[in-house]
């Protein structure tokens, strides 16, 4: 049985047991009244009260004690109804201390599952920490090694190179159509001098030195983060040399995210993830184009 429902028979009992004592008390009132009254008819006999007077006074006592006697006959029928209700309150408390006693341990047991889990949660969170944090390392280790490679190949300058254009967009050919040459053009009405290969590259260039060039002769690097971005070499490469850059003190690299998850991005580079990003999820090209422009604009 629930303790919901002993509690209510609790309730329920009490309230007979307060009933019937209201009913005992009033049957007492009664019994009280009518011993006053054989009192006071006792107390007007005397010795001039006639035969006649006496025998219609005994024959009311007679009847008033009657009444007593029915009296007594309801109240030790009252008695007897509160003695088992007694009896049944004190089983339904008896059963309610054990429910409460089980319910308790109930209680306990699953205290004790919650926090088995969460221990279990914490170490694992602490794994999944320690994960990261070497895979960062290593990422951030190979940078520094590449940042190192790139500049002891780079000749000695006085002078900074010119900057040629505003925004180097890096992004795979898949997302040419949908995404990257409307933003392009979108960039490109704003007064953002691009480096896009349909616009920047002609026929018999280097690929690789006209990359090279373009990140070196550009301000901000936009990637924009597919999972097609993700299988490319060339991509990477862009990326690699724009994270180059960015170990030399300068803050270069502008994410968009392509129809892409947080666990994705995580995945392909920790440190690019924790980067705030533009999300065509959540934004327009013209939106995106807008929100770029203003960080070259400065």
């Known amino acids: ?42 107390r007007s006999i005397n010795k001039s009260t006639t035969i006649s007077t006496i025998n219609s006074k005994r024959s009311e006592i007679e009847r008033y004690q009657r009444e007593i006697a029915s009296i007594s006959e309801k109240r030790s029928q009252i008695a007897k109804k509160e003695a088992e209700k007694n009896a049944a309150l004190l089983k339904a408390r008896l059963d309610l201390a054990k429910e409460e006693e089980k319910e308790q341990k109930r209680l306990a047991q699953v205290r004790e599952r919650e926090l088995k889990k969460e221990l279990e949660l914490e170490k694992e969170r602490q794994r999944n920490q320690l994960a990261f944090q070497r895979t960062l390392n290593a990422e951030i280790q190979a940078t520094s090694a ?123 580079s920790p440190s690019i993830a924790d980067k705030v990003a533009l999300n065509t999820s959540l934004l327009n090209i013209d939106e995106i184009a807008e929100q770029l422009a203003d960080v070259v604009r400065g």
Not at 9 to 37: C, F, H, M, N, P
């Open 146 to 268: 590449l940042a190192r490679r790139v500049e002891a190949t780079v000749e000695n300058h006085i002078e900074a190179p010119e900057i040629k254009y505003d925004l180097f967009i890096s992004h795979a050919s898949e997302d040419k159509e949908d995404l990257v040459r409307p933003l392009a053009l979108a960039l490109e009405k704003r007064g953002v001098q691009v480096w896009y290969d349909e616009f920047t590259l002609k026929v018999g260039d280097s690929l690789r030195r006209s990359i090279d060039s373009g990140l070196s002769n550009s301000r901000f690097g936009t990637i924009v983060l597919s999972s097609s971005f993700f299988s490319k070499n060339w991509t990477n490469y862009e990326l690699d040399g724009m994270t180059a850059q960015e170990m030399s003190g300068r803050k270069m690299i502008l994410p968009i995210w392509h129809k892409v998850s947080k666990d994705e991005v995580m995945r392909f």
């Open 1 to 42: 049985m629930s303790i919901s429902t002993i509690t209510s028979t609790i309730g329920r009992i009490q309230r007979e047991l307060a009933d019937l004592s209201a009913k005992s008390s009033q049957e007492t009132k009664k019994e009280v009244a009518l011993y006053s009254k054989i009192n006071q008819i006792q």
